[in-house]
């Protein structure tokens, strides 16, 4: 296999890349067909890194040098490598590639929740966190705090999203993660695997921060909500407490992730 130069967004061997602007489009059609893509030369090689296939990938000219042993390695295992002029991308995928490359590759299939869990101390679970960026973002506090797993709700934001694994910087990847699901049914679980559930909201029982880090659970489970209405009564109702972050200013609360990293921080296993 060798580069191939494409000179049509119509060319039909380029299916995996078209419309990635359109979210309602990849939601779809990402999962049913196993992939995800992965933008810009850090990311991809974060992918390959954490043993993912690529399926194929889509470039520049110019990072035909830049990632020349990735290349090589393509060719080498008969892995398409697509290299177009920007113009002809940019109708392919709807926006303007200025990453470098990107790469079509095979969706690993999720560990169990056991398996997730086995080791680790310090989770985050995502409630229907909807904000791609945000998704991203919680996971990159997860890679540089040391938490050690993250779970996802049902609604919540695909991590493996163009977006989010750019924002993450392919933390995704390193990140052990995976669905709970049902939710908020799940809590039960993840006390019978004996960790204990704490909720990141404002109610009136809540704990602050700065007291549930002075004698932190053994093995602690940390739920973050949605950007709009926050954590549902349902979840509040079922995990053990409610923790929140003292504020000043006049502020009542930070965006979920930023919320998150803080979190993570204060309550980081030694």
């Not at 924002?167 to 799940?186: A, C, E, L, N």
């Not at 809590?187 to 704490?198: N, S, W």
């Not at 739920?223 to 709009?228: A, C, K, N, Q, S």
């Not at 549902?232 to 009542?252: C, N, Q, W, Y």
Request: aromatic share 6%; proline share 6%; with cysteine.
């Amino acid at each position: 296999m060798t580069v191939e130069r494409i000179t049509s967004a119509d060319d039909p061997r380029l299916t995996d890349y078209v419309g990635l602007t359109d979210v309602a489009l990849r939601r779809r059609t990402e999962p049913e067909r196993g992939l995800y893509v992965a933008e810009s030369e850090k990311v991809i090689r974060r992918a390959l890194a954490a043993g993912h296939r690529p399926r194929s990938y889509l470039m520049g000219e110019r990072w035909l040098t830049d990632l020349a042993d990735v290349v090589a390695a393509a060719e080498a295992d008969g892995v398409p490598v697509f290299v177009g002029e920007p113009d002809v991308i940019e109708a392919l995928t709807g926006f303007h590639l200025h990453r470098g490359a990107l790469a079509a590759m095979q969706r690993p299939e999720l560990p169990s929740l056991e398996a997730v869990l086995a080791s680790a101390r310090r989770v985050l679970v995502l409630e229907d966190i909807v904000d791609h960026t945000n998704v991203g973002a919680v996971f990159r506090s997860a890679a540089a705090l040391s938490v050690d797993a993250v779970l996802v709700t049902p609604r919540c934001a695909d991590p493996f999203y163009r977006r989010s694994i750019r924002v993450s910087m392919g933390t995704v990847f390193q990140v052990p993660w995976t669905r709970i699901d049902p939710w908020p049914g799940g809590v039960e679980r993840l006390r019978e695997l004996g960790f204990t559930t704490a909720a990141l909201a404002l109610t009136d029982e809540s704990v602050g921060l700065d007291e549930l880090a002075a004698s932190p659970p053994e093995r602690l489970a940390l739920v973050l909500g949605t950007e709009g209405d926050g954590l549902s009564r349902r979840t509040l109702a079922a995990v053990d407490l409610t923790v929140r972050i003292p504020m000043a200013g006049g502020v009542d609360s930070l965006n979920v992730a930023a919320a998150g990293a803080v979190a993570a921080w204060a309550l980081r296993a030694p």
